[in-house]
């Protein structure tokens, strides 16, 4: 074979590989490709939406690798990085099966978010935002030790926080909302949503993860703006002379157990 040859089947070749990969990436984002990923991952154990901020907070080798893989997310869809993610949810789930990601200590949960925090603070400037996160970081670590609580860790405009019980979480809760209320910032009267949920999370260090922190987060998700949502198994054990509860309700939400039920609560008159 002369070099005439050898030079046509060289750029040849190279187009073909890039005829592979361009198919390569139709399929891996091709919709029925990508539903399939996401089924799969709803029917495997864990949380189905693993390798968000809230599932991979902690400090266990599952929750550093779907950091990892998270910031690996390419440009895109991709079933591929959605399997990839469905593999370490597996790892989760089976690991809390086992007992592996349980803890030995029941402890009460307390998840808390800003409702439309981000939208406002992006027209209300820095100066603005940063106030406000102040205020309510003042009012809700007060409310917090007031129920006996310690803040684990705070999530942007929100914070993660530990009890004894659910009832010091709850009333944590609601010294929190009646806190608010007295807080304005450039016009701005901020609301919160807040999520409670009773488990045996793993601790390392100061910090807990496992599949009751991803629940207390999902639960919190769920609030309505100002709501208190309980889950069921957390209520069992709220005093009910202080507190008002509505009639338990399936969560349906995604990363969420099947048979998780959550409810409303108010403090009594």
Same mark, same amino acid.
């Given at each position: 074979m002369g070099p005439e040859a050898t030079e046509a089947i060289v750029p040849l070749g190279?187009?073909?590989?890039?005829?592979? &990969?361009?198919?390569? %990436? =139709?399929? !891996?984002?091709?919709?029925? $490709?990508?539903r399939a990923a996401r089924w799969l991952r709803s029917r495997l154990?864990?949380?189905? =939406?693993? +390798?968000?901020?809230?599932?991979? $907070?902690?400090?266990?080798?599952?929750? /550093?690798?779907?950091?990892? %893989?998270?910031?690996?997310?390419?440009? &895109?869809?991709s079933a591929a990085h959605e399997l990839g993610l469905g593999a370490l949810q597996?790892?989760?789930?089976?690991?809390?099966? @086992?007992?592996? +990601?349980?803890?030995?200590?029941?402890?009460t949960l307390l998840f808390t978010d800003l409702v439309g925090f981000s939208s406002w603070a992006l027209k209300a400037g820095d100066a603005n935002a940063v106030e406000l996160l102040r205020a309510v970081g003042a %009012?809700?670590?007060?409310?917090v030790? =007031?129920?006996?609580?310690?803040?684990?860790?705070?999530?942007? !405009?929100?914070?993660?926080?530990?009890?004894?019980d659910p009832a010091g979480a709850v009333e944590g809760a609601f010294d929190t909302q009646h806190g608010?209320? &007295?807080?304005?910032?450039?016009?701005?009267?901020?609301?919160?949503?807040?999520?409670?949920? @009773? +488990?045996?999370?793993?601790?390392?260090? +100061? !910090?807990y993860f496992?599949?009751?922190?991803? /629940?207390?987060?999902? %639960?919190?998700e769920a609030a309505r703006p100002g709501q208190v949502l309980v889950s069921e198994s957390a209520c069992r054990d709220l005093p009910l002379d202080r507190f008002r509860l509505s009639r338990a309700k399936r969560l349906k939400a995604a990363?969420?157990?099947? !048979?998780?039920? /959550?409810? @409303?609560?108010?403090?009594?008159d």
């Amino acid at each position: 074979m002369g070099p005439e040859a050898t030079e046509a089947i060289v750029p040849l070749g190279e187009e073909r590989r890039k005829g592979i &990969r361009a198919a390569a %990436v =139709r399929a !891996d984002s091709h919709p029925t $490709a990508l539903r399939a990923a996401r089924w799969l991952r709803s029917r495997l154990p864990g949380d189905d =939406r693993f +390798g968000d901020p809230l599932s991979t $907070a902690g400090h266990a080798p599952v929750e /550093v690798l779907g950091r990892e %893989v998270s910031a690996l997310e390419p440009p &895109r869809p991709s079933a591929a990085h959605e399997l990839g993610l469905g593999a370490l949810q597996l790892w989760q789930g089976l690991s809390e099966v @086992s007992g592996r +990601g349980r803890g030995t200590e029941q402890v009460t949960l307390l998840f808390t978010d800003l409702v439309g925090f981000s939208s406002w603070a992006l027209k209300a400037g820095d100066a603005n935002a940063v106030e406000l996160l102040r205020a309510v970081g003042a %009012v809700s670590d007060s409310a917090v030790a =007031r129920g006996g609580g310690t803040i684990v860790k705070r999530l942007g !405009d929100g914070v993660m926080a530990v009890f004894a019980d659910p009832a010091g979480a709850v009333e944590g809760a609601f010294d929190t909302q009646h806190g608010l209320d &007295r807080i304005e910032v450039a016009g701005h009267s901020p609301r919160m949503r807040f999520g409670v949920h @009773s +488990g045996k999370p793993r601790r390392l260090g +100061g !910090d807990y993860f496992g599949v009751d922190v991803n /629940v207390a987060a999902r %639960v919190m998700e769920a609030a309505r703006p100002g709501q208190v949502l309980v889950s069921e198994s957390a209520c069992r054990d709220l005093p009910l002379d202080r507190f008002r509860l509505s009639r338990a309700k399936r969560l349906k939400a995604a990363g969420a157990p099947a !048979d998780l039920h /959550v409810v @409303s609560v108010e403090r009594s008159d």
